[in-house]
């Protein structure tokens, strides 16, 4: 399986800086056997789409999305609009969305569904927060966020035009994220292994195998090669690494050495 690493800028770059992102980073050079990714901020899908052409890598990617596919929903975005920009993926259920802007594991989950009719692949980010953690509630919780997005979205949901492109799945431990704190490989490994076995409970072992499943939190060029040899840990989403373009294509490049 193709290992995925995707960018996530968070709220930051407008329009400007992140064409000069997209710029900066295609001079980068990548693993050939890697898909890369970026999921930009709303504002700046027309100025990433602009400086990337017709190159294909980085895909374009957002960081969220709207269920309905149009009407009286002010200041959302629906997939409609994100195709426009030719957006391949997008982030759902991120826990800084669920965190500060109340998002729950049903409206992740419609949003995932929305994504997948749109032909688009659902990021579906499930993690457990420090407190949880520490009472030992890890699996508890990401089965449950899991098993909202499994109900939800399926592996070979049939779209306009062919079929939708297979769900991916984040383990992102919230008190990993942007504090610079890194879980161990192996601990991160258990967590995947749960979300796998949830997906082969709902789907089949088949569509298990094909599952990729992404780590993310504070991951940085060091650390990178140990999740990405650690089996089942099929690609990492990274914030605060990926804002510069050039500090990011090293830590693509060191996730697969030549
Ligand atoms: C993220 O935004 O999903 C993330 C993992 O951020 P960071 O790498 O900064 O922890």
Redesign the pocket.
Known sequence: MKKLIIA?W?MHYGPIKAGAWIRAFRRERLPKDLDVAVAVPFVSLAAARSSLGRATIPMLGAQDVFWQPDGAYTGEVSTGMLQEFGVALCLVG?S?RRIHVGETDEMAAQKAAALQRAGMVPVM?VGETEAERRKKNTLKVIRAQAAAFLAAVKPDAAVRGGHAAMPVF?Y?PVW????GKHCPAQEAKVAHDAIRAAVSKAWGAKWADQVRILY????DAHDVGAYLTTTGIDGV??????LDPRSFGILCRAALPA
């Open positions: 996530n968070k991120h800084e980010c984040a992102e990993a994220i942007g504090t993310g939190g504070s991951v989403l990274v914030g605060h690494e990926s």
